[in-house]
């Protein structure tokens, strides 16, 4: 669904990344992993045009993104590590604003999707309040459950769980879970290890702009093959 | 000491009546101003290079000048130039709305870009349009930095307003010079002036607080 190839990104003088060659398939879970500073959140961004890469490719569905800027996003949600919630508006309105504005859905029927969709993440009786009311744990729902509301394809995640307190940790986990089993491509940059072990078909090891490994889960961890993997590993476990 | 102020006082009404004069040109100038002032920012902080050369220049050259020179320019120029003759008020009104936008524009500028930058990002991710999101999403947050700010530039207007006095338009200012140099008295019609200006000031100082502080609980 999403081809990735050669992609290279810099800032000024500073190139981080240095030539990435992937591929997302429908249905899969990736997690991004890495050391702080290794680009994986550059490469995240890129793939929904937050920024634009200088070279190499990003194919959807074979058709180059750059030129599909509004049709991407309507297809890929992301969730931020400071959950980037609409302070001035409801949770009820975060999550029903680009549903009406941008799928042109009406009201009533905005809100009863949203409603289902805060069941889902266990946050109907907050409907109304307003995000500052709610603690971190709550407002990462609410984003995840504001940019499923674009019926999205595939959802990036970045750092979800980094700005939490340790006990918000796992109510986000769940919900991502959940997430997973209903077949939700997804790309996860993640510092929770147990979590990418658990739930990633593949995990992608970044290392100073590169992707270093590729490989399913019980390979990377039990046999990392590169010695920065290793080094990572033996770090963060 | 030789003040008389039994004199002035059939006159106070007739000086008082400045106020709503001064008020009006004053909310005028500003609601003009602020809008031409949003738009100005939205070309500051915009991606059309011709644009923001504009709205920069523009600001320069307003805030650069007197605000005495640009309202006798706009007062005799325009007259001159189109053969339309505007009155003093119009005139007036026209200077302090092109002058305070450029520092309007900077107001809101600096009010947009202290908004987090996690809400543009959050907004374009989730494909909502460029418009959209600076109206409904960035503006309306950029509001609580931009009033207060904008309050100050009222207080200024009020008092600077008074210049308009020298094209003639009927103010405080200008109706306590008249009072003045009816009675051959002028230093209490003006201190009755400055008396007037100091109140308004105060309210609008006193508005100002209020307003913070409403803004800050909703938090
Ligand atoms: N907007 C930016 N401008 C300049 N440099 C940036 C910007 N964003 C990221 N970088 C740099 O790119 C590198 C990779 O950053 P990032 O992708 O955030 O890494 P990670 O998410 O793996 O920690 C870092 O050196 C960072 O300083
Ligand atoms: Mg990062």
């Known amino acids: ?237 | 000491m030789n003040l008389d102020f039994a004199q002035l006082v059939p006159s106070i009404p007739y000086i008082t009546y400045g106020i709503w004069v001064t008020l009006q040109f004053v909310a005028v100038s500003l609601v003009l101003g602020f809008l031409w002032g949003t738009v100005l920012s939205l070309f500051k902080i915009g991606k059309i290079a011709i644009l923001r050369w504009f709205a920069d220049a523009y600001t320069s050259v307003f805030r650069g000048t007197p605000l005495i020179l640009q309202m006798l320019i706009i007062y005799y120029a325009v007259p001159q130039l189109t053969g339309m003759d505007i009155g003093a008020f119009a005139a007036g009104v026209l200077t302090f709305a092109l002058n305070s936008a450029a520092y309007i524009s900077e107001i809101i500028r600096a009010g947009i870009n202290a908004v987090d930058k996690g809400q543009k990002e959050a907004a374009l991710a989730l494909g909502i349009p460029y418009q959209t999101m600076m109206l409904k999403i960035i503006l309306p947050q950029a509001m609580k930095n931009i009033l207060p700010a904008l309050m100050n530039e009222f207080i200024t207007l009020t008092k600077e307003s008074a210049i308009v006095s020298v094209i003639g338009a009927l103010d405080i200012m200008r109706r306590a010079q008249i009072v003045g140099a009816s009675n051959y008295r002028f230093f209490e019609p003006l201190l009755l002036a400055g008396l007037i200006y100091y109140l308004l000031v105060m309210l609008l100082t006193l508005a100002g607080r209020m307003m913070e502080r409403r803004l800050a609980k909703s938090d």
């Open chain 1, 1 to 237: 669904m999403i081809d990735v190839t050669g992609l290279k990104k810099s800032f000024g003088s500073n190139e981080v990344l240095k030539g990435i060659t992937t591929k997302i398939n429908k249905g899969e879970v990736i997690a991004v992993i890495g050391p702080s500073g290794s680009g994986k959140s550059t490469f995240l961004r890129c793939l929904n045009l937050l920024e634009t890469h200088n070279g190499g490719s990003i194919k959807l569905d074979g058709k180059e993104t750059g030129q599909l800027e509004n049709h991407l996003r309507k297809k890929v949600g992301m969730v931020f590590q400071h959950f980037n919630l609409f302070p001035h508006l409801t949770v009820l309105e975060n999550i029903t604003f680009a549903p009406q504005q941008v799928l042109k859905i009406k009201k009533k029927e905005a809100e009863k999707e949203a409603l289902e969709l805060l069941n889902a993440v266990g946050l109907a009786d907050k409907a109304d309040a307003y995000p500052s009311r709610l603690s971190g744990g709550q407002k990462q729902r609410v984003a995840i459950a504001r940019a499923l509301a674009m019926k999205p394809e595939i959802m990036l995640f970045d750092e979800p769980t980094s700005a939490l307190d340790p006990e918000m940790v796992k109510e986000v986990l769940q919900v991502m879970k959940n997430l997973v089993k209903t077949g939700m491509t997804m790309v996860i940059v993640t510092h929770e290890m147990g979590f990418a072990k658990e739930v990633a078909d593949r995990i992608l090891f970044m290392d100073d702009g590169r992707l270093v490994e590729d490989e399913k889960p019980a390979v990377f961890f039990e046999n990392p093959k590169t010695e920065r993997a290793q080094v990572f590993l033996e770090k963060v476990l």
